[in-house]
């Protein structure tokens, strides 16, 4: 069992930068490979980045790519994403989640998720 929290979203001027914090509970988050994904108001979820459970791959949304970064810190139990260059269109409700298997795109590959974090892009 992994329960997972987010921290870190918030208000940002178009063009800032955010960083969330995903923590994770149990002595098995080294062994998932973990997950962001993201929900707009009456969109579907969707994914934005996914790092391997070493930290040795990562691999991103075309959206978020070049200006987000996703990394882990094992000895913590605890993924980040560091966001930078922030666009309107990055508003959302922001998930972590952690996945038995590498990387992976859909939700469905994922096991646990933590209850979301908002991140609002003021223009």
Known sequence: QVQ????????????????LSCAASGRTFSSYAMGWFRQAPGKERE????????????????????????SRDNAKNTVYLQMNSLKPEDTAVYYCAAGRGGIAV??????YWGQGTQVTVSS
């Open 106 to 111: 859909v939700t469905t590959a994922y096991d």
């Open 4 to 19: 997972l929290v987010e921290s870190g979203g918030g208000l940002v001027q178009a063009g800032g930068s955010r960083r």
């Open 47 to 70: 994914f934005v980045a996914v790092i391997t459970w070493n930290g040795g791959r990562t691999y991103y949304a075309d959206s978020v790519k070049g200006r987000f970064t996703i």
